[in-house]
């Protein structure tokens, strides 16, 4: 009856004529067994009809003939009742397991919750009692209300049990916004994927729909979650990471699984070690993926060549910027779980780098993949070993095309030494191939190409002589392909592999074709965006086929010529409307475009330092510190040798990238050089003008940098840069802003405005609208500081600067709080510290808590302001110091009724003339104190705070 009334007996369909007949049917199903008076039924089914019970009578009379058994409806004129027991019926049934599912969940059996769940809610149909007439109405709101609540304890057991339900529940919650407990599982499961900016996101959401559409707030489970979230409540439990899905079934492994996952409870670090081929990785990600309770990072290092690349490329896994310090200060906070791949190439800079996380943070565990040992003390050595020939057997038929006869098989991959990478490989080939002719061409390659002399490992000799069959099976044009994608050791963009292919003499209308026949045979991976890459083995087999054809150089120049290529037009795409386009090739491309610098250094370093000059912006923008380096190699690589205008340039850019970071020193030397160098080339003279304006500005030097920008703003009205011009004059308002200048800022925030008229870059006019909102701020136009500033987070979100929207949130926050908004302006805020933490900037992180921590105060929620400013007066401990740290220690010292502290805080705020500051030490001394003068100088000084704090902020003022 939850949909068409449908009715069986003896599991055959029995016809109901529809109309009053089927409802007289529902009426008494529903009833299941207890009788229903007769008025009742003429009232229900005919209401506001004039009715008799003779009308009743014929179909009753017709509902049993329907039936075929005139018992099952018994009774007479007083009534009638339907002989069947209540599990027969399905409302009954669902309203039954709503209980029942509710129990298993709460002892604990998610799987059976999910089952039950899964199977009552099939039997719903689109509409509830569909042949129902109004009188129905109490009892479909009841079944629906079953029908969510067996949704909801569906999605808590399936989340419990570590799927992903993030998609469904957004459905689900846009379907019924109402539902809080919706909203709770959604906001846990984005949170538990390690998505928490996007968990406090979401209860933003939930608290304006309900504030602005029923006039109500959250209910206090929903708030109490936004708290734990705020305070990473462990109890929360955490599912994040970056593991892929295994692109196919592992066989015969659950063994292993187990085994690794009882090492890493009670080991740090684990090691499993084995030949290429054996299946390593495919392992790792498998175990990792059991683990619902950590986040689990995977760290591909087959691309790197060092002790940079490797940190690197574990920055850019977990998403972090800063460095070394940001990752491990990520790792410190949780546990965690990472999987180095692929360590035994770089086995020196992995030992480094797992002994200092280890050091630095004591919940995280290590699981690595390598060919040989790390040789760490306290390192729990897993040896994989190579499947059993059954497992094997098994492996081979779920991959081959084509069944074979099995001893033949069994023959096969007795042959293949039960390497999976081989029998796959092997099973491939049944494409085209029977199971005979592949054994038969086989035991050949290995007679042919293992070498008992070798003291290599055996198992690698037999992954080399089952690659080596492979490629000789090849058409001639198949295995320059394999060469070509050899060259790029982060996988190849189809462009980028025809260009090569062509320099191997391989047609350009043939390229398509050689790459898809690679990838249907299994040796090339396609990876989404459309992306080409080898298996590490088959790669290494590839290059050295590459060097004994004689033609690495030829294929590494045309590499790097493509690199080249692509690096001319970076700048300018970057600073264009396709500039998404342009940041997602250079961060895609990271790995390759290091290769071709490396390459460059020895064999063409002018085409380097062009290479590093071209994506040195799109470096800038992406917040990559390690571009300073890269340009800096290239650059001392060319010498003296490269034109003075690109050394500056490098130069220019390096310091950028080094200010970015902190690294001052530097970055003065760096402009300096570059003045030197382009001395008579306005242009350039006028970018180490404002360049340098931007290093001086973090030092607060505000006078200095509106100097320089004037400097560069006088060159500019005889040089046409508009983009320059622009760039500019935003360092001018920022200065002029910074220093109390609001005329200087106003004439510069036109001159921006004039020149984005001709220019359409996404970053400038973020910058733009992050600039016209803290203006709007100074000025006290707090609504439009919000709209400005509102809407430089959210681009900046959405383009993926990072950084960028961390802090525009933390400004966006603090305007929110002065336009009056004190709940909106404390979300935002959390959500910039979480943001922040998630790029692996701790500093602004810190900025962030404190401005937290002020605005939770003013809100009254003491112990939530407490730990904010705690997490950050501990980083600004440890750091040395950060911006509005003394704004911090004086509210922590407020909180703590700490007059010494206070005292000494407020004389150094009156040296500074830090005007918050003193308005907060004042107010908390004269409560503590009682000497209410000292209100009326805090009052006084409100008048340079305003910008800044509000009279809500004065906790201590209006506590008397």
Not at 225 to 240: C, K, N, P, S
Not at 337 to 366: G, K, Q, S, Y
Not at 923 to 941: C, Q
Request: charged share 25%; proline share 4%; glycine share 8%.
């Amino acid at each position: 009856m939850l949909g068409p009334v449908e009715v069986r007996r003896d599991g055959r369909p029995v016809p109901i004529p529809r109309g009053k007949t089927a409802e007289l049917l529902v009426h008494l199903a529903l009833a299941a067994g207890t009788p229903v008076r007769a008025d009742r039924l003429l009232d229900d089914l005919w209401a506001g009809s004039p009715t008799n019970r003779n009308t009743l009578q014929q179909k009753v009379a017709r509902l049993r003939r329907s039936l075929g058994d005139p018992s099952l409806v018994a009774g007479g004129d007083d009534g009638y009742r339907l002989a069947i027991e209540p599990d027969t019926v399905d409302a009954h049934r669902v309203l039954r397991e709503v209980g029942a599912a509710a129990a298993l969940f709460d002892d604990g059996d998610h799987a059976a919750a999910a089952a039950a769940t899964a199977a009552a809610l099939a039997l719903f149909g689109e509409d509830v009692l569909p042949s129902a007439g109004d009188w129905a109405a109490p009892q479909r709101a009841r079944l629906e209300e079953a029908r969510m609540q067996l949704t909801e304890t569906r999605f808590a057991a399936r989340l419990r049990l570590g799927e992903d339900v993030i998609g469904e529940l957004d459905a689900a919650v846009a379907t019924a916004p109402y539902r809080e407990e919706l909203w709770e599982l959604l906001i846990t499961a984005l949170y538990r994927e390690g998505r928490q900016a996007e968990a406090l996101a979401a209860y933003q959401r939930v608290r304006t729909r309900l504030a602005n559409e029923l006039g109500l707030e959250p209910g206090p489970r929903l708030k109490e979650l936004e708290h734990q979230i705020l305070t990473q409540d462990q109890a929360l439990g955490v599912r994040a990471g970056n593991l892929p899905s295994l692109a196919a079934e592992l066989v015969a492994r659950d063994g292993e699984i187990a085994a690794l996952r009882d090492l890493l409870v009670r080991n740090r670090l684990v090691e499993i070690v084995g030949p290429g081929g054996i299946g390593k990785t495919a392992l790792a990600i498998a175990t990792g993926r059991t683990l619902a309770d950590v986040p689990v990072w995977l760290i591909r290092l087959e691309a790197a060549q060092g002790p940079d690349d490797v940190l690197d490329t574990a920055v850019a896994a977990l998403g972090v910027v800063g460095g070394e310090a940001a990752l491990q200060e990520r790792l410190r906070r949780t546990e965690a779980v990472l999987i180095l791949d692929n360590c035994e190439h770089v086995v020196d800079a992995a030992v480094a780098l797992v002994e200092r996380l280890l050091d630095a943070a004591p919940t995280l565990r290590v699981l690595c993949t390598s060919q040989v040992p790390l040789e760490l003390s306290d390192e729990a050595v897993f040896e994989l070993a190579p499947l059993t020939l059954e497992d094997a057997v098994e492996l081979f038929a779920l991959r081959s095309v084509r069944a074979g006869d099995r001893e033949q098989v069994r023959e096969l991959c007795r042959s293949l030494d039960g390497l999976p990478l081989a029998i796959e490989l092997a099973a491939a080939r049944t494409r085209t191939l029977s199971v005979e002719q592949i054994k038969r061409r086989l035991d050949d390659r290995f007679t042919v190409l293992s070498d008992p002399g070798s003291r290599k490992p055996e198992r690698r000799r037999a992954l080399r002589a089952t690659i080596g069959w492979s490629y000789e099976l090849l058409f001639p044009d198949d295995q320059r392909g394999l060469w070509a994608l050899a060259a790029f050791p982060g996988g190849a963009p189809l462009a980028a592999a025809e260009s090569v292919l062509g320099a191997l003499d391989v047609p350009s209308e043939a390229a398509i074709d050689v790459v898809s026949r690679l990838a249907g045979r299994s040796l090339v991976i396609v990876e989404e965006p459309t992306r080409y890459r080898l298996l590490e083995s088959i790669r290494a087999f590839a290059l050295e086929a590459l060097a004994e054809a004689g033609l690495t150089e030829r294929a590494l120049d045309a590499y790097a010529a493509w690199y080249a290529e692509q690096a001319a037009s970076s700048t300018e795409g970057v600073r264009s409307a396709q500039q998404a386009e342009h940041l997602a090739f250079a961060r895609a491309e990271r790995a390759n475009i290091d290769s071709a610098l490396v390459w460059c250094e020895v064999n063409d370093p002018l085409r380097g330092l062009h290479i590093a000059g071209g994506f040195g912006w799109a470096w800038i923008v992406l917040g990559d510190a390690r571009g300073a380096q890269r340009l800096l190699a290239a650059l001392a690589a060319a010498g003296a040798t490269a034109p003075p205008r690109e050394r500056a340039n490098a130069l220019l850019l390096a310091a950028w990238i080094e200010a970015s970071s902190g690294h001052l020193e530097p970055a003065h030397h760096h402009i300096a050089l570059a003045a030197d160098l382009v001395r008579g080339d306005r242009d350039l003279e006028a970018r180490c003008a404002y360049y340098l304006a931007y290093v001086v500005s973090h030092h607060g030097d505000w006078g200095d940098a509106l100097a320089l920008t004037d400097r560069a703003e006088a060159i500019y009205v005889e040089v046409d840069r508009p983009w320059d011009r622009a760039a500019n004059a935003l360092f001018a308002s920022r200065a002029a802003i910074s220093a109390g200048d609001i005329e200087r800022a106003a004439a510069a925030r036109d001159e921006v405005q004039r020149c984005l008229e001709i220019i359409d870059d996404p970053w400038l006019r973020v910058r733009r609208d992050a600039m016209l909102g803290e203006l709007a701020r100074v000025e006290l136009r707090f609504d439009e500081a919000v709209t400005y500033l509102g809407r430089a987070a959210e681009t900046s979100g959405r383009l993926g600067y990072l950084q960028t929207e961390a802090y525009q949130l933390t400004s966006l926050g603090r305007a929110q709080c002065q336009a009056g908004d004190y709940d909106s302006g404390a979300a935002t805020l959390g959500l910039a510290v979480a943001k922040a933490e998630g790029t692996g900037d701790v500093r602004l992180a810190a900025l962030g808590r404190v401005h937290l921590g002020r605005v939770l105060r003013a809100l009254g929620r003491t112990a939530d302001a407490g730990a904010a400013l705690e997490a950050a007066a501990a980083f600004h401990r440890d750091a040395g110091g950060g911006e509005q740290q003394a704004l911090g220690d004086t509210l922590l010292a407020a909180l703590d009724s700490d007059s010494e502290r206070l005292t000494a805080l407020l004389q150094e705020a009156q040296r500074d003339g830090n005007a918050p500051v003193e308005v907060f030490a004042l107010d908390a001394l004269a409560r503590l104190t009682g000497n209410h003068s000292l209100y009326v100088t805090a009052d006084a000084r409100m008048d340079s705070a305003a910008h800044f704090i509000t009279e809500r902020d004065r906790v201590d003022r209006h506590a008397d």
